[in-house]
């Protein structure tokens, strides 16, 4: 088994108007708290587990990047006080710019992968977006993480209200310039209930057509494999095999993952079943659960094999490797209906018994999982 820990820090010195991930602004009374019940959480899950080896580390959030190196050094002696670490371990983290002073110390403290939170590379964009950054805080950011001999990646948004093709190559081009070797280009979501939501309800914020989001997916995946980064997932590119995101990968292969911190989420092996966990959202709701039943958990689901394997198609055909069609028929008890698609060219077996998105495809996943699981006769996309 293939065994990963997402470790969630909600703190950030801002809240970005697009962002709906389980965050809160730091004021920095509850970090202490916060960090033993991270620690404790982890050691109580290496008890019931037992002795494993683990694929990957994540700092996840939130802005994990303003945690001192001293608390990184903390959470990761209790990581190996209580795992083993496969030869190759990443211990990634999610950084933003404003950090950029701190980065040599988090490498110092046992970060090997840095993943800076970009977003654009035009001040202008960057303003719209709520950051706290410039374009040139962020390239100077960028530089400081290649010299600390971590691994780099960098998150890009693109489809932003506004934002014309012209622009977002620009912007793209030169980020892949850089001395980067993992790129995240992400299409903006709006998502439910954040200021930007509020705001293109209110007709106050004008979000790009689907038909224009294709565009800008499209020219992403050309410039990309032009600049040698292969688009090995949907969103995500990289030079060469060794550059990928090693514990992205464990979401999108199925594998197992602890994912400790304030609603983090996890997929682990439960008396022989993939069970769904989730933590509790509140800090204190929390900390409170790790200090009277010893882990975070609010709610453990148990997968029923259909509920998994549409998991597993969902997950895997995401990436370019594509997705083992046997372990999801077999989970199913039933066959993918994928003889429509691949004469559509929406799909197509990358080896046999590989299914995955055709370049075209990759536009409409979520669409084509749908259909893939349907058992009738395909329907125009
Ligand atoms: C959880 S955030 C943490 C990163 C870090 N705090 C930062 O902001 O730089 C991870 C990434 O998700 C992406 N992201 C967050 N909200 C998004 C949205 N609404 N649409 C597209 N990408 C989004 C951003 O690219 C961001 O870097
Ligand atoms: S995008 Fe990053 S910095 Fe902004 S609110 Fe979300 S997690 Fe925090």
Known sequence: MTLGIYIHWPFCRRICPYCDFNVRRWRGEEEAGLLGAICADIAE???RLGPQSLHSVHFGGGTPSMLTPQAIARILDCVTGTFGLEDAVEIGLEANPEDAGALPELVGAGINRLSLGVQALDDAALGQLGRGH????????????????ARVSVDLIHSRPGQTLAAWEAELRRALRLEIEHLSAYQLTIEAGTPFAKAAGSGRLLPQDTEQAAQFYELTQALCAEAGFCGYEISNHAKGESARARHNLLYWRGDDWLGIGPGAHGRIALAGQRTATIAWRGLKDYIDAV?????????TDALAAEAEGEEMLLMGLRLAEGVDVQRVERLLRRPLSSTGLMQSGLVHAVRPGRLALTLPGRLFADRIAVQLLASEAPVAL
């Not at 410039?134 to 001999?149: H, N, P, Q």
């Not at 200090?291 to 709610?299: D, M, N, P, R």
Request: overall charge negative; charged content about 20%.
């Open 134 to 149: 410039t374009a040139y805080a962020a390239l100077e950011a960028i530089d400081v993480a290649a010299r600390t001999g």
């Open 45 to 47: 899950h290496g008890r």
């Open 291 to 299: 200090a009277q039943a010893g882990i975070g958990w609010e709610s």
